[in-house]
């Protein structure tokens, strides 16, 4: 806010009305200087986010599998299974206020080591407590995804970073198309799960040594620097302050945070960071990434079995279906940057015309009389649900701003977290009427997103700047 005084001759002009549409001076030097590197470093961060969702997704197809052979009932085996849906749905947030605290590095480090002490445990688990206890701790850390995601956004400017992480995504999810088919081929050996179980870990070591490599070397090229990058920038600067208005966590209490690092005083910090985004003006934001989650979950529930006995497709022919998918995901990310400046950075008009896309789309898939429909759906709802993802996590960063970044993506995953609890309630309610119930819901919820975007665009795209207000 124009205070009177004369503009300085390195003041840049106010933002743009419209979140996304530029990017935003850079609050702090330290900003600066790790927006300077990130083309060497975003893509050592792509090789983690790989190795993580490699690694990950060779065991987790084969858990349903393991958990019965181990005697457990399906109550039992739909009990142990939620536990990591639940953990989630809490950990989630307060892993992402810690790295606002301790620094990402240290952060993302920690995550990948514990999680690979969880799937270790679970390759000794010979009985379901074990296996329960891996699970409990894997719900616990396994946000390596996250994390990375939140370290992109300070290493990037807010203009590059939709496609930045948008390459995050496609690398990752590379991991993920290749991960089911090296863990079924091993599964087929004796004692294959405890086999993969144990590769499994010793990726999570791989990617924690990178890890470690990585902060070593920035540390010693840059000094401080890189570690302490997000805490400065986690102090409210001057610009950060006229054009978000941030006003719980105090310059005096960030400083204090900085210079003392006690445990006490991160403590309050994170409870601080915690409390202003639950009383911010974001909450529309975090309903439509819930309402969408729900939607695409809806739809990916009863899909193998839907196409079954609507129009008698093989599941193996269905699971090709959703590798094609899969696949089109991958190349999807890597389409952001076209799409953003098709945009002119826009991300809020990207996220509403993808989440009216996704929504059509699953209308048609609800009413398709052809297999051939379903393919063409589903071949479109790859690129949308790709799309939407990604920036719906921009646009709380970018609605956030610099501060307590990681609590938004804590937030954000919690929100998730919580739509894969829902969704499977939900879908078999709807299925008790019909196959077609579940992707008919998500319709409905997807509609309800688009009206709650639409009926608040005048706030994000008013001729005054936003501002993110936070009691």
Request: hydrophobic fraction near 45%; glycine fraction near 8%; include cysteine.
């Amino acid at each position: 806010m124009d205070n009177g005084s004369p503009r300085g001759p390195s003041e840049r002009p106010p933002p743009p009305a419209c979140p996304g549409t530029a990017s935003r001076p850079e609050a702090t030097s330290a900003s600066a200087g790790a927006s300077s590197r990130p083309s060497r470093l975003t893509p050592w961060l792509c090789a983690v986010g790989f190795l993580d969702f490699f690694g990950v997704s060779m065991v987790v197809p084969l858990l349903s599998l393991h958990i019965k052979s181990l005697g457990a009932s399906p109550t039992v085996a739909g009990v142990v299974g939620s536990l990591y849906g639940l953990l989630q749905l809490f950990s989630s947030t307060l892993v992402g206020s810690w790295s606002d605290i301790v620094g990402r590095p240290h952060c993302l480090l920690s995550c990948i080591l514990f999680s690979a002490l969880g799937y270790f445990v679970l390759g000794l688990s010979t009985n379901v407590f074990l296996f329960a206890v891996a699970r409990i701790i894997v719900g616990i850390f396994k946000h390596t995804h996250s994390v990375s995601k939140v370290l992109i956004s300070d290493l990037v400017s807010e203009r590059e970073r939709l496609l930045v992480i948008g390459h995050f995504n496609a690398a990752s999810n590379f991991g993920f198309i290749l991960g089911p088919m090296v863990g079924g081929y091993l599964t087929e050996l004796e004692g294959g799960f405890y086999l993969t179980a144990f590769i499994c870990t010793s990726i999570f070591i791989l990617n924690a040594g990178l890890c470690w490599m990585l902060l070593s070397y920035e540390e010693n090229a840059h000094g401080n620097e890189w570690v302490s990058s997000k805490k400065a920038r986690a102090s409210p600067s001057a610009e950060a302050t006229q054009s978000l208005q941030i006003k719980s966590v105090s310059h005096e209490a960030a400083k204090c945070r900085i210079l003392t690092g006690s445990s006490w005083t991160a403590v309050v910090s994170m409870l601080k960071n915690l409390g202003s985004i639950a009383s911010s003006d974001l909450w529309d934001v975090f309903l439509v990434r819930l309402l969408m989650s729900i939607s695409v979950m809806l739809y990916h529930s009863n899909f193998v079995l839907a196409l079954e006995e609507r129009f008698g497709m093989k599941p193996k022919h269905t699971g090709y279906l959703i590798s094609y998918s899969s696949t089109l995901g991958v190349a999807a990310g890597f389409l952001l940057g076209p799409i953003a400046r098709l945009y002119r950075h826009n991300n809020y008009a990207i996220l509403l015309r993808s989440t009216i896309l996704t929504s059509l789309l699953l209308m048609l898939y609800s009413v398709s009389a052809s297999i051939w429909t379903v393919i063409l759906s589903s071949t479109v709802l790859a690129f949308s649900t790709t799309v939407g993802r990604t920036c719906i996590t921009d646009l709380e960063l970018t609605l956030g701003g610099n501060q307590a970044s990681g609590t938004l993506i804590g937030i954000g995953q919690s929100v998730s977290a919580m739509g894969r609890i829902v969704a499977p309630l939900l879908s078999g309610i709807a299925q008790e009427f019909s196959p077609c119930g579940p992707p008919s819901l998500g319709v409905v919820l997807g509609f309800v997103a688009v009206l709650i975007m639409f009926f608040n665009q005048p706030r994000y795209c008013s001729d005054k700047d936003f501002k993110l207000k936070i009691a």
